[in-house]
């Protein structure tokens, strides 16, 4: 079983930034993808990151990029999403997931990040 634990969510003015952390308990052929997600109130969770741990491959949703950076630490199984300028609408509880391209298979519990305007 791969368990996920976020950490680093809070409460945070517009143009501030947070970086949230995922550490996972242990890597296998399932989990070389990364990723994360979030969901607003009333809306569908979205797409918003993710890395490959093999080499560090990224990619990102456009209503993020150039403000959001993810990383990952292979020794220490965790990955970090970095994110600045931060905006109201960036407000949701983000989940960090693990699976294989295509397809994620572990999921976090989710934690809370709430931009002030």
């Known amino acids: 079983q791969v368990q996920l634990v976020e950490s680093g969510g809070g409460l945070v003015q517009a143009g501030g930034s947070l970086r949230l952390s995922c550490a996972v308990s242990?890597?296998?052929?399932?989990?070389?993808?990364m990723g994360w997600f979030r969901q607003a109130p009333g809306k569908e969770r979205e797409f918003v990151a993710r890395i490959r741990w093999s080499d560090g491959n990224t990619y990102y949703a456009d209503s993020v990029k150039g403000r959001f950076t993810i990383s990952r630490d292979n020794a220490k199984n965790t990955v970090y999403l970095q994110m600045n300028s931060l905006k109201p609408e960036d407000t949701a509880v983000y989940y960090c997931a693990a699976g294989a391209p295509g397809s994620y298979g572990y999921w976090g519990q989710g934690i809370q990040v709430t931009v002030s305007s």
């Open positions: 242990r890597r296998t052929f399932s989990t070389s993808i």
